[in-house]
């Protein structure tokens, strides 16, 4: 149904920029809700950043409010993750997921996402 592809990942300074984008296949790409999720090591995977279908509603971790900006553009079959200033904590391995349910609300949870890409790495050093 759907394959998601990470990229944009890597390492940069405390305070810098990083995008990262989710490549898509499927034609019903914009039909999914797309979440970001991190995981750090010796750390729980944890949703930063999610976003509906039309890409009106968002939503974000508290502890990346104001830094991150997640958008989409379903014409391409991509979603992006925008990240400013980053800090050391926000290392870690980042995944998007899409959530096939039908519903509007944008899901929080690991176990309502149905499809998960490979996830690329972002490092901050400090």
């Known amino acids: 149904q759907v394959q998601l592809v990470e990229s944009g990942g890597g390492l940069v300074q405390a305070g810098g920029s990083l995008r990262l984008s989710c490549a898509a296949s499927?034609?019903?790409?914009?039909?999914?809700?797309i979440g970001w999720f991190r995981q750090a090591p010796g750390k729980d995977r944890e949703l930063v950043a999610g976003?509906?279908?039309?890409?009106?509603?968002?939503y974000y971790a508290d502890s990346v409010k104001g830094r991150f900006t997640i958008s989409r553009d379903n014409a391409k079959n991509t979603v992006y993750l925008q990240m400013n200033s980053l800090k050391p904590e926000d290392t870690a391995v980042y995944y998007c997921?899409?959530?096939?349910?039908?519903?509007?609300?944008?899901?929080?949870?690991?176990?309502?996402?149905?499809?998960w890409g490979q996830g690329t790495q972002v490092t901050v050093s400090s």
């Open positions: 997921a899409a959530d096939f349910s039908p519903y509007w609300a944008i899901a929080t949870t690991i176990p309502e996402y149905d499809a």
């Open positions: 499927g034609r019903t790409f914009s039909r999914y809700t």
């Open positions: 976003i509906t279908r039309d890409g009106g509603g968002t």
